[in-house]
Structures are given as structure tokens and as C-alpha cells.
């Protein structure tokens, strides 16, 4: 896959992906965006306790990386480019729920 930028190669094998054959789709992420709250997230997708923060501090960093990413390879352009400018409200959305639902993020 080319990218639309000079110098920026994207390849399937090194992007982060979900089979949805012949597993069940978890579906934690969208319910922690959904909703925010730490004990249904465990209690509906069966996470434990002490996992729960970790993995959803691993997915706020992958979002966050990617954002400034795109921001630095897109700088140039004038307004900006609106995936880039996805990308960081994703991000920003991401952080508020992990405020709003651990206190040790938050600290």
C-alpha cells in the first residue's frame, strides 16, 4: 500500500488488526469509548481488574502516536489534514475517558 506522502510507507503486516474469523469480536474499546465505565467494561467483556488500565493505556498511546505522527508528516499543509486532525480528537476523546474513569490517569 503507497501512501499519499513523500517518503511515508505503509505496509499491511505492520498495522495493528482484529481477525474477526473464526474468533468472537471483544468489543472493549468500543464499549470503554461508549460508555466510560470501568466496571461495566469488566464486567461485560470479562477483563480483569488489574488488566483493564493497562490495555486500554496501551490502545491510548497507540492513538496518541499515531496522531502526532500524522500531525508532523502532514504539517505542511495549509488547514491541516483532516485525518491528522481525526486522529487527535480520537485521541483527545480517548484521554477525557481515561480521566473521567481512572483516578490513577488522572493523578
Do not use: C, W
Not at 517518503?7 to 495493528?16: D, F, I, K, T
Not at 466496571?39 to 496501551?58: F, G, H, K, P, T
Request: net charge negative.
Amino acid at each position: 500500500m503507497d501512501s499519499s506522502h513523500e517518503g511515508l510507507r505503509v505496509s499491511r503486516e505492520s498495522l495493528p488488526f482484529v481477525s474477526t474469523e473464526p474468533e468472537i469480536l471483544n468489543a472493549y474499546l468500543l464499549n470503554f469509548f461508549s460508555h466510560g465505565q470501568q466496571r461495566a467494561l469488566i464486567r461485560d467483556n470479562l477483563i480483569s481488574e488489574n488488566s483493564v488500565y493497562r490495555m486500554l493505556e496501551d490502545v491510548r498511546l497507540l492513538i496518541k502516536t499515531i496522531a502526532v505522527s500524522l500531525e508532523d508528516f502532514t504539517s505542511e499543509i495549509l488547514g491541516g489534514d483532516p485525518v491528522a486532525h481525526a486522529f487527535r480528537s480520537l485521541s483527545d476523546g480517548f484521554e477525557g475517558k481515561m480521566r473521567g474513569a481512572f483516578r490513577a490517569f488522572r493523578e
